[in-house]
Structure formats: structure tokens, C-alpha cells
């Protein structure tokens, strides 16, 4: 493998000081939440690592499109980097929504649709890999990931509609909270804090995702050279 | 303002999860990749021995 | 490189031996997938192996939730539905490994692929045969258990609900069963895949079926009814388009 291009050394870097500017928002600058208090400043960071999960997941089901079609490795790869990022984020989205709940709604889980959804999701991506796992020819590795990227793709947003509807019907002893929490209002401070913290996870996220494709081509290298050798 | 919770724990640890879940997953990564490279030089080193041995 | 290139001649031969019978697609199709429907059934009506395995399971099942839930007269209006479900979904995982599972150790499968019919052929076959005995199991276990339990099951729109939902676990769950199959941990793999995946059409057909058992009013078991036909139609969609990436060698 060639050494790190400039361009990866400048986004990790870049990576590095925006994290640490949006600690710093979240932290400091971000007024302080009246109802829920200081923990309401995990939020930024559970927004931001939610919405970095969610685009994986959609990347990840679009380059199993894309390698269905074209049948190019490349994009087996990114697909691989983003779900294997995605379930990162994913795992903080979780466990940080979980320590958010357990003083807001005086419960640690609620069955809300979009902590389900996600918990569903983190299941999905945990199966991926041990779907991959099983699969020695890569080739075919790489195509029945991409099925199987596909179809949770296609039902995660189903999920969420089926948990979504059924609450709306059938109102939740933590409904009356939730709709508090979708009312918080946020002043202006606490918006750059929000907005900061997205654009830092998306940075984090792309740097994280190529550092992953190029830990992919290394396997592959492996693998062809493991070919190559046993023959 | 007065019935504001002292919320401060909760908050300490969810940021404290959140760096060292990143932390754990960027030594992964890195752990991985000098694995991946060791296994490339032995494999290449195999790869040059082997027409050797065969001649 | 020579990958690349066996994989350009695999295309190229492919697209050959559809093109010319193209025309004549359509009939051949449906002539195909019942020809597999027939050998499916006719394999299992001669040893019962895959339904009656299922229904003993079923039966199983429902006995462990008896003692596990104490079905007393007030519980069990609220989880029967729930309780039918999870033994559909855990019998049907039974049935979908061992059909694709014989296919494959008997070489069947490879005497499919190379037989000259529509690869959507084999999915929609093995589907409507795996529908089958599902449904078989169904028909047996509703009556057991209105008897245990002094329900009544035997209701038309529940039997509807029951069917719809049984053909979208069905359909994605011979897609992944084929995936499956074909991996090293193989019948350990088929549950970790098709249940996240099938939790949508799983949860509508549950609300459906309890909406009805406890004598909804009717709007509210509307929205699930028409989630599992979404389901249905997009799930049978998907895995059509998808089945040939699926057994492709």
C-alpha cells in the first residue's frame, strides 16, 4: 500500500480539530438545557452520531446498487467502510440516547420508533457482518452483502412507519415526554452547537470511511497474495 | 432555574462513552492495518522464495 | 483480471441462452415455477419430513409459552396473536432452512440452475412451495390451539391477515434462505438475517391479528392490514430483482 495521500493526512487533521471544536460548543458554549439539565449536551453528539449512522446505512444500500450493477470491487469496499463506520455511530447513537433517557424519561429504554428503529438497524449491520463472515469465495461475499444491504435498506424505513403508526394510535406512558422533547426549543447558541456538531460528524465520518476502504484494499491484497502463494 | 436536575454525571459519562468507543474504533482500525501489512510482507517473502525452491 | 474476465464470458453467455427464448418468457415461466412447486410437494407429501418437523415444533412451542406466560382466561385474549406469530416465525425459519438445505446437499439446486428456465422460476417455486408448507402448519396449529385455549381462530379475516403476512416472511425469507445456505455457519445464519429484516411484516401482522382478536374497531387494524400488503408487493419485487445476483456461480 502507498503511503497516506495528503489530502487523507489534511482530513484527519481537520477531523481532529473539528471534533474538538464541537466538544467544545456542546460543552461550554451551548447554554445549559432548564428541564433536563447538563445532560441535554450529550444531544449534540447524539445527533450528530445518528445522522452520520443513517447516511451510512443509506450509502451503504445505494454502492450495494451500484456493485450489483457494475460488479466492481470498489464499491464492495466502500460499501464495507460505510456499514462497518455506520455501526460505530450507531452503537454511540444508542447507548448515548439510552444515557439521555434515563434522567429526561426516568427510564434507561422506551420503545420510541426511532430508538427502535435503530436498535433494529445496529441488528441489521451486526448480521451483514456475520453474513460476510461465512463467505469465503469474495466475490460472492461481495454480492450478498450488497443483497443483504439492499434489503435492509429497503426495511428499516418500513420499521419505522409500522413503530411510528402504532404509537400514534396507541399513545405511550412516555408520550407525553416525547412530545415535550420534540418542543424543546433551541435558542441560538444551542443551534450552532447542533448544526456544528452535524457538519463534525459528517467530517469524521468521510475521514473514518476512507481510512476503511484503504484497510479494504489491504484485505483484498491479502487475500490475492494468500491465492497466489497456495497455488 | 430552580428545579433544573443536577444532570452532570450522566452527561460526563455519555461524552466519556462517546470518545473512547471512537478511540477504541480508530486502534482497531490501525491494529488491523499493521497486521494486514505484516501479513503482505511474509506473503511477499513467501511469494519470492517459492520459484526459487521450485527451479 | 482472468476473474474479470470469466465473469465478462458468464455475462455474455447468459444474456445468449435468454435472448433467443425471450418471446416466449412468459409462459415458460409460470410452466417452470409450478414444475418445481409440484416436485416440492410431491417430495414432501411422500415423507412429511419438513411439515411434520414444523408442526411438532409449533406444537412445542406453543406448550413451552403456556407455562412460560401462564396463559390464564385474561392473558391469553391480549397475547394470542403475539404467541401465534413468534411460533409462524420460529417454525417457518425450520421450514425454509431444511427446503433449501435438501436442495442443496442433493445437488438439486445445481440441476435447477442449469436447467434452461428463468432463474425467477426457482425463487417464485421455491416460495409458493415454502408458502405451502407454512401454510399447512397454519391450518393445523389454529385449530390445536382454539381448542387448547378456547379461542375461536376460525375466522375469515383473521385467516386473511395470517396469509398476507405469511407470504412477506415467505418471500424474503427464501431469498435469504438461499443466501444462506450457501455460507459456512448456514442454518445458524438464516434467524440472524431474516429477523431484522421481517420485524415490519412480523409487528403489522401482529397488531393485525390482535386488532381483530380483541374486537377493534375496524380503522385500527386498517393501517397494519395495509402495511403488510405494502410489504408484500415491495418485498416480493425486491427479492424477484435480486434472486439472480443470489444464485449466480
Redesign the interface.
Do not use: D, G
Given at each position: 500500500m502507498q503511503s497516506k495521500p495528503i489530502a487523507l493526512k489534511i482530513l484527519d487533521v481537520v477531523s481532529i480539530i473539528v471534533l474538538a471544536i464541537s466538544t467544545y460548543l456542546a460543552l461550554f458554549f451551548a447554554p445549559t438545557e432548564l428541564v433536563m439539565g447538563q445532560v441535554q449536551r450529550v444531544f449534540y453528539f447524539h445527533i450528530g452520531t445518528a445522522w452520520v449512522g443513517m447516511l451510512g446505512f443509506i450509502i451503504a444500500a445505494v454502492s450495494g446498487v451500484a456493485y450489483l450493477i457494475t460488479k466492481d470491487m470498489r464499491w464492495d469496499r466502500f460499501e464495507v467502510a460505510a456499514v462497518e463506520v455506520s455501526t460505530v455511530f450507531f452503537f454511540l447513537t444508542i447507548v448515548l440516547g439510552s444515557i439521555w433517557a434515563r434522567p429526561a424519561w426516568n427510564t434507561w429504554w422506551t420503545w420510541d420508533p426511532r430508538l427502535t428503529t435503530a436498535a433494529v438497524t445496529e441488528l441489521i449491520y451486526i448480521a451483514y457482518f456475520m453474513l460476510r463472515q461465512g463467505i469465503d469465495d469474495p466475490e460472492k461475499r461481495a454480492r450478498f452483502g450488497a443483497v443483504y444491504t439492499l434489503l435492509g435498506g429497503v426495511s428499516a424505513p418500513i420499521t419505522f412507519m409500522v413503530i411510528r403508526l402504532f404509537r400514534t394510535i396507541h399513545p405511550v406512558i412516555v408520550g407525553a415526554a416525547n412530545a415535550n422533547q420534540e418542543k424543546m426549543s433551541m435558542n441560538g447558541d444551542m443551534k450552532i452547537a447542533f448544526f456544528f456538531a452535524l457538519f463534525a460528524f459528517t467530517v469524521i465520518f468521510v475521514d473514518l470511511i476512507w481510512h476503511r476502504i484503504r484497510l479494504g484494499s489491504l484485505e483484498d491484497k491479502v487475500e490475492q497474495l494468500k491465492l497466489k502463494v497456495s497455488m | 432555574m430552580e428545579n433544573t436536575p443536577d444532570t452532570s454525571t450522566y452527561m460526563i459519562a455519555g461524552f466519556a462513552v462517546s470518545f473512547i468507543t471512537m478511540g477504541i474504533y480508530i486502534v482497531s482500525l490501525y491494529i488491523r492495518s499493521l497486521n494486514l501489512k505484516r501479513d503482505i510482507e511474509t506473503l511477499e517473502s513467501m511469494q519470492d522464495e517459492k520459484p526459487k525452491s521450485q527451479k | 483480471m482472468t476473474?474479470k474476465m470469466q465473469?465478462e464470458e458468464g455475462r455474455m453467455q447468459n444474456t445468449d441462452s435468454i435472448h433467443p427464448s425471450s418471446f416466449i418468457t412468459h409462459p415458460s415461466l409460470l410452466k417452470a415455477t409450478f414444475a418445481i412447486v409440484q416436485k416440492d410437494l410431491a417430495a414432501e407429501f411422500r415423507s412429511f419430513e419438513l411439515v411434520s418437523a414444523m408442526l411438532v415444533f409449533s406444537l412445542l412451542v406453543i406448550i413451552i409459552f403456556n407455562f412460560a406466560l401462564e396463559l390464564d382466561v385474561k392473558v391469553r385474549q391480549s397475547v394470542t396473536a403475539g404467541v401465534l406469530w413468534t411460533t409462524f416465525a420460529f417454525a417457518g425459519t425450520l421450514g425454509l432452512n431444511r427446503s433449501m438445505a435438501t436442495e442443496k446437499d442433493r445437488g438439486c439446486m445445481d440441476g435447477l440452475l442449469l436447467a434452461p428456465v428463468d432463474r425467477s422460476a426457482i425463487y417464485f417455486g421455491k416460495a409458493i412451495s415454502n408458502l405451502a408448507f407454512m401454510l399447512i402448519v397454519e391450518a393445523i396449529v389454529l385449530p390445536v390451539y382454539s381448542v387448547l385455549y378456547n379461542v375461536n381462530l376460525f375466522r375469515l379475516d383473521l385467516i386473511g391477515i395470517i396469509l398476507l403476512g405469511s407470504i412477506g416472511y415467505v418471500a424474503?425469507g427464501t431469498?435469504?434462505s438461499a443466501?444462506?445456505v450457501?455460507?459456512?455457519?448456514?442454518e445458524v445464519?438464516l434467524p440472524?438475517?431474516l429477523?431484522?429484516?421481517?420485524?415490519?411484516v412480523l409487528?403489522?401482522a401482529v397488531?393485525a391479528s390482535n386488532g381483530l382478536l380483541t374486537g377493534a374497531e375496524f380503522a385500527?387494524v386498517l393501517?397494519?392490514l395495509n402495511?403488510l400488503i405494502?410489504?408484500d408487493v415491495?418485498?416480493i419485487a425486491?427479492a424477484f430483482m435480486?434472486f439472480d445476483?443470489?444464485v449466480?456461480e
Open positions: - | - | 476473474n465473469n424474503v431469498l435469504l443466501m444462506s450457501q455460507t459456512r455457519t448456514r445464519l440472524i438475517l429477523f431484522p429484516v421481517a420485524i415490519p409487528l403489522a397488531k385500527e393501517i397494519p402495511i405494502v410489504y415491495v418485498f425486491v435480486v445476483f443470489v449466480e
